[in-house]
């Protein structure tokens, strides 16, 4: 495959990630908002703190699988680019795993937190983070095959 010179080589798929990222962070924050207050009237202090880690989680959560696509697509153009692209998404999703586990290890026994509100708040996270997932592809205008160089016209000579 031979690119035409000064082709860029950034995938067609960057600005929808960075668009999910920047819509993922805006509706995380009312979510974070809206879950302290409810949190703080609910189950006071605790309640309050429960809502923050929560969609703290959430979000890193939804982050992580979006910034390691973004940073793996930095390859594109090289002959490692595929390699690199799936050990690089596997390695946030491992992390991902890890850190969720280490999480639930952490937190399980916690006097300060509410198990129904951390709950019902990383549920909203996740919810929100797919919504907007959903919404910004759904609205993309990216061609079925993008990232693509057709062969020339033949020539009749």
């Known amino acids: 495959m031979t690119d035409a010179p000064g ?32 949190g703080l009237v609910f189950a006071g202090v605790d309640g309050l703190v429960s809502a923050l880690v929560g969609t ?55 006097p300060w937190l509410n198990g129904t509100v951390l709950f019902l708040s990383i549920v909203a996270g996740v919810i929100a983070s797919l919504v907007v997932d959903v919404l910004v592809v759904a609205r993309s205008r990216l061609p079925y095959a993008s990232d693509v160089q057709l062969p020339k016209a033949p020539t009749e000579d």
């Open 56 to 110: 703290v989680m959430a979000v890193v959560f939804m982050g992580i699988t979006a910034a390691s696509i973004l940073l793996a697509n930095r390859f594109a153009g090289s002959d490692l680019f595929v390699g690199a692209f799936f050990g690089i998404v596997l390695g946030g999703w491992l992390l991902k795993f890890v850190l969720f586990i280490v999480l639930v290890l952490v937190l399980r026994d916690a």
């Open 7 to 38: 082709a860029s080589r950034t995938p067609t798929s960057n600005p929808v990630l960075r668009r999910a990222l920047v819509w993922g962070g805006v509706l995380a924050a009312v979510i974070l908002v809206v879950s302290a207050v409810l």
